[in-house]
């Protein structure tokens, strides 16, 4: 191993002055790492051999003799990889233990198991320190839960189970995370969702989109992928079904990589006759990407408060016109006037990156958007709103009313979490873009879904090819 920082180096580098000492310290690092690498590594000589040996063990390819395809999964792995120290380093895996347990993968030396089964045994105790008396039928893990089927043969319990599942979320050593219980179709079982450590997350990303997009492709609707289930499943919706959309969490929660996953769905399987997007960010930086999207709306992202203004209400005008020729081609929607391909419009998705920000400058703008929530859904424009301050400021009554879909991302209160959702929850999620969504068409409960993490490789990928 690398003999760095011992005491007696420490001792002598203090002595130098700064320069020389931070000198002194590169060069020892070198001689150490090199003489380390010789004798700890059997003549391996860099760390490109090194890297390359960890990859040829861990494909099961000599990536040595094909360096065309050494190339191909070194800049796969850096890119999962810093995905990874984004999301979910661990930082007490020191290069070592990663080896080894990478090296011998497969062998059971995997730490995982007795972690999960340690969490098992808890959650028995704990049930038991409750009053519970439940039998674990059956555990499947997620992505980022385990979900827990609990048989109670005493039906009194449910309710001592609700009422505990404060305490045993602070017995399984869980902070704001909560632990979530549902029905399901077995009597007497019920469900039950604990959280994972942040480490042992399944990372979702966007790399199957493009495919999904490709199924989707060609037909009227607006479908959009956000990410997978709790049980790791495809999650997505029609925005037709949910023609106008709330998106509301704490600051860090998610809300913009949740948009760019609605906007890169979007953009995947529509062409610019079938969608248009009016881009709405006063804060100037989110959205920059698509300001050259042929899709647009307007001139460009729109991001001071007059040019919103004029948009709003050049789009309640462009509503009006839309009623006016639904009326005569003798239909009430879009959807049925382009299946009976009576008229050829796009549908139109406005996208506001934050609504609380314009809120506050010109209250004037809630006139527009509630006539829009109240009246576009038929005419094929959608609006979607996301906001940091779900309050009742910016989510007045009137849009609340006529805007029955709602995502919730994490937010501090449960205050917060009942005006986006009219129920608690939202207080108790993970964070990184797990959220609770409201589709009252697709669902009369809320759906719990881990969103996909959406990079700014995955969103130039997509203009590429537009
Ligand atoms: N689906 C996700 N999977 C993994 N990490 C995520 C996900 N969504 C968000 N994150 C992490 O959280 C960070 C913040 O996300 P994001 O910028 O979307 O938050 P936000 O809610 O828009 O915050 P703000 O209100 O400050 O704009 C991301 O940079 C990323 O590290
Ligand atoms: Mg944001």
């Known amino acids: 191993m690398i003999p760095i920082g011992s005491s007696s180096e420490k001792r002598r580098l203090k002595a130098d002055n700064p320069t020389t000492r931070l000198e002194t310290f590169r060069r020892s690092l070198l001689e150490n790492f090199q003489r380390s690498l010789t004798e700890d590594f059997n003549g391996i000589r860099d760390f490109d051999d090194a890297i390359c040996a960890l990859l040829s063990v861990y494909h099961n390819e000599d990536l040595f003799a094909d360096i065309k395809l050494y190339r191909t999964r070194l800049q796969r792995h850096i890119r999962r990889g810093l995905y990874e120290i984004r999301t979910s380093w661990n930082r007490s895996h020191d290069f ?10 497969g062998l059971d030396l995997n730490p995982e198991q007795p972690e999960l089964n340690a969490v098992e045994n808890t959650l028995v105790d704990a049930l038991q320190e409750i009053g519970v008396a439940a039998e674990i039928k059956e555990k499947i893990q997620g992505p ?18 609700k009422r505990g599942l404060e305490k045993l ?8 995370e909560g632990v979530f219980i549902h029905a399901t179709s077995e009597p007497k079982v019920v469900g039950m969702d604990i959280p994972r450590q942040r480490q ?4 979702i990303d966007a790399s199957r989109l493009p495919q999904w997009a490709e199924q989707e492709k060609g037909n009227s609707r607006l479908a959009v992928w956000l990410g997978e289930d709790v049980l790791g499943n495809d ?13 509301a969490g704490t600051t860090g929660s998610g809300k913009s990589v949740c948009l760019h996953a ?28 698509y300001e050259k999207i042929p899709h647009l709306y307007s001139k460009g992202v729109v991001h001071l408060i007059t040019d919103v203004m004029e948009l709003l209400d050049q789009l309640v005008d462009e509503m009006e016109r839309r009623n006016q020729l639904l009326r005569e081609a003798g239909v009430s929607n879009l ?5 009976q391909r009576k008229l050829q419009l796009p549908r139109i998705v406005v996208v506001i990156e934050e609504l609380a920000d314009l809120m506050m400058q010109s209250r004037e703008l809630e006139t527009p958007l509630v006539r829009l929530a109240q009246k576009a859904r038929s005419t094929g424009i959608h609006l979607i709103l996301a906001t940091q301050r779900p309050d009742s400021v910016t989510f007045s009554g009137l849009l609340r009313t006529n805007i029955p879909s709602r995502i919730a991302l994490r937010v501090q209160k449960n205050t917060e979490s009942r005006i986006i959702l009219d129920e608690m929850g939202a207080e108790q999620l993970l964070g990184s873009g797990d959220m609770l969504v409201k589709i009252p068409q697709v669902s009369t409960n809320a759906i719990r879904v881990h969103g996909a993490y959406i990079s700014q490789d995955d969103i130039k990928l997509c203009l590429r090819n537009l």
């Open 200 to 203: 042992r997350w399944k990372a």
């Open 235 to 247: 999650f997505s919706f029609d925005l037709v079904d949910a023609p106008h959309l709330l998106i």
């Open 96 to 105: 070592i233990t990663y080896l080894q347990e990478e090296l011998f993968a």
């Open 262 to 289: 609605l906007l890169l769905s979007l953009l995947w399987t529509q062409s610019k006759d079938s969608l248009q997007l009016a881009l709405i960010d006063p804060k100037q930086v989110e959205l920059a990407q």
């Open 335 to 339: 959807t049925e006037a382009l299946q």
């Open 144 to 161: 980022r839960i385990d979900r827990y089927f609990l048989h109670l043969p005493n039906i009194q319990h449910l309710d001592q189970l």
């Open 169 to 176: 979320a602070f017995r399984l050593g869980l902070q704001q």
